[in-house]
């Protein structure tokens, strides 16, 4: 996070001789919002994180946003399943952005990057401003529906708010197929569980289940399989 606040400070103090002048430019210029989604190990926090970077090599001044319920790997970094990783403000709110941030910051970023967007549930107002009002270019990168294909989240809320929606998929753990959804390995319900490999794997259409014992079978295959192929490292 510190990284992260360095960079838009040193790109505020750079352009800090425009003033009012760049606000009001920066005001009356289009902001873009593009929303990437897909289920778990799709690679969305990796295309984020792509396309937060190319815009920091294009000369843009970028921050990175995640929910602070996000712990997995790293509070102050958004961290991709591979461990590439890049800092970040974890907030418990998007509202409170400005405020972490500071004005004269906020009013210097040209891009901002939201991970995990399926927890902050101001999602929606905060890219409205932030693209119509403010003329930000806004990456957002999240679930659009729960290991029950329900709604997760106000993901969904802003894609007709969108210039681009791009949709990922990832590999079935069960037969290697395209991945469209996820599938929770345990017996808990509740809708917000923040977990990686240990929870949740991907899986295709035939592949997905909602009853509890089939997903524990299919767990069940799936570490079977696991301990096999390390058995056979050891054995070689």
């Not at 970040?88 to 891009?111: M, N, R, T």
């Not at 197929?177 to 509740?190: G, H, N, S």
Request: net charge neutral; with cysteine; hydrophobic share 40%.
């Amino acid at each position: 996070m510190l990284s992260s606040a360095r960079s838009v400070s040193a790109a505020a103090q750079s352009r800090g001789g425009a003033g009012g002048a760049e606000m009001e430019v920066r005001a009356a210029q289009s902001g873009e919002i593009h929303v990437i989604v897909g289920p778990m190990f799709a690679g969305k926090t990796t295309a984020l994180l792509r396309r937060v970077q190319a815009e920091a090599s294009n000369g843009r001044s970028v921050a990175l946003i995640k929910s602070d319920k996000d712990n997995r790997y790293a509070l102050d970094s958004v961290v991709t399943h591979d461990g590439a990783k890049m800092p970040c403000w974890a907030i418990p709110q998007l509202s409170s952005f400005h405020e972490k941030l500071g004005i004269e910051a906020y009013d210097k970023v040209d891009v901002i990057g939201i991970d995990e967007a399926q927890f902050l549930d101001d999602l929606h107002d905060f890219c409205c401003k932030a693209a119509d009002r403010d003329g930000k270019i806004i990456v957002v990168a999240g679930l659009d529906g729960d290991y029950k294909r329900k709604k997760f989240g106000s993901v969904l809320d802003i894609v007709p708010l969108a210039d681009s929606v791009t949709k990922l998929t990832a590999r079935c753990e069960l037969c290697g197929r395209r991945a469209f959804f996820t599938l929770r390995k345990t017996q808990e319900t509740r809708t917000e569980l923040i977990g990686g490999a240990d929870v949740y794997m991907p899986v295709c259409r035939q592949h997905l289940h909602m009853d509890g014992q089939i997903v524990m079978e299919a767990t069940r295959i799936v570490l079977d399989l696991d301990k096999s192929t390390v058995r056979s490292h050891a054995l070689k």
